[in-house]
């Protein structure tokens, strides 16, 4: 899950960690040292990693790389209506492990979503975008994500 330029490397260490979490809490997965174990455990635990870093990081998609390559071609708009989708079906799932029943259920859906989110950026949005957008244009990316982005708006 490596991202070629530079410009894609903040995201993609996001998601290193969004995958962490969505392992954590599939109900196939081994336990994973320093995590929770229990369900009522998990849910908080990812209720807490959405609000201090799943939020950001959708802030940064949807708001700071999405209009920045909005209209460069038809195909990267349908991708990131799927991304924003998915932003959206997340942050329902989070909301719903505020309510404890059939935590393992929903925990499990929640960890599943998110991998699948994460592999459409990492192997389908980003690839097209590196395809799609000169050096140039890569680098003017960059220091869009880099002047607008995590320093800017992560909550403390």
């Not at 081994?30 to 009522?40: K, L, Q």
Request: charged share 35%; proline share 3%; aromatic share 8%.
């Amino acid at each position: 899950m490596k991202s070629e330029h530079k410009s894609l490397f903040s995201i993609a260490h996001d998601h290193f960690h969004g995958l962490m979490v969505a392992q954590m809490i599939k109900e196939d997965s081994e336990e994973i040292a320093g995590f929770p174990t229990s369900p009522e455990a998990k849910a908080r635990y990812t209720v807490h990693f959405y609000n201090q870093e799943l939020e950001n990081h959708f802030y940064i998609e949807e708001y700071i790389l999405q209009p920045a390559v909005t209209g460069i071609s038809k195909e990267i708009d349908e991708i990131f209506n799927g991304v924003v989708k998915d932003h959206k079906d997340i942050e329902k799932m989070v909301e719903g492990l505020k309510d404890e029943k059939d935590l393992v259920r929903k925990l499990d859906n929640l960890g599943r979503l998110i991998e699948q989110h994460v592999e459409k950026e990492e192997r389908v949005l980003f690839p097209k975008l590196q395809e799609t957008l000169s050096g140039k244009e890569l680098e003017e990316l960059s220091e869009k994500l880099s002047a607008n982005g995590y320093e800017h708006i992560y909550k403390y």
